[in-house]
């Protein structure tokens, strides 16, 4: 099953004819993301803070298929299709009720906040992690 989350599509992440500024999807992105983590019990401080970990994307497809605008509910579904040694490998699909509005193929990549480089997943977020895996929707 994905990690689903719900966000409102507000004024300030549209243009000026309402319709939804695409780079504030990568905002959101980043909201959901730390909210998937948040759901199995590890917060993004205590991994930056505590761990010195990070979660850079280091690859990104987004296709946009239809616009959101102004006062929409944008639903998220982040499927898990690998996990790797010190990657992750994520495909969200964003929908308004029933349409998908855009898509994403996300690669991140667990590094160490002290020198910049990968480092393997913490037990506890490679279990979190595996609640959400979906190999069958792998590239």
């Known amino acids: ?35 998937m983590f948040a759901s199995f019990g590890v917060t993004w401080k205590e991994l930056m803070f505590d ?20 006062g929409d509910v944008l639903d998220f579904n982040v499927h898990v299709r690998k996990i790797g040694k010190s ?18 193929e996300q690669l991140i990549v667990m590094t160490s906040t002290k020198d910049h480089k990968s480092h393997p997943w913490p037990d506890d977020c490679r279990a979190g992690l595996e609640k959400y895996l979906h190999p069958e929707l792998a590239a």
């Not at 850079?56 to 296709?63: C, R």
């Not at 992750?88 to 308004?96: G, I, N, R, S």
């Open 1 to 35: 099953m994905p990690f689903t989350i719900s966000k409102p599509m507000r004024f300030g992440d549209c243009d000026l004819t309402g319709i939804a500024y695409h780079p504030a999807y990568l905002s959101m992105l980043v909201d959901v993301n730390e909210a």
């Open 51 to 70: 761990r010195h970990l990070g979660l850079p994307s280091v690859k990104m497809t987004i296709e946009f298929k239809k616009p959101a605008v102004y």
């Open 87 to 104: 990657s992750l490998d994520l495909y969200t699909v964003v929908k308004v009720g029933e349409d998908v509005i855009w898509t994403i």
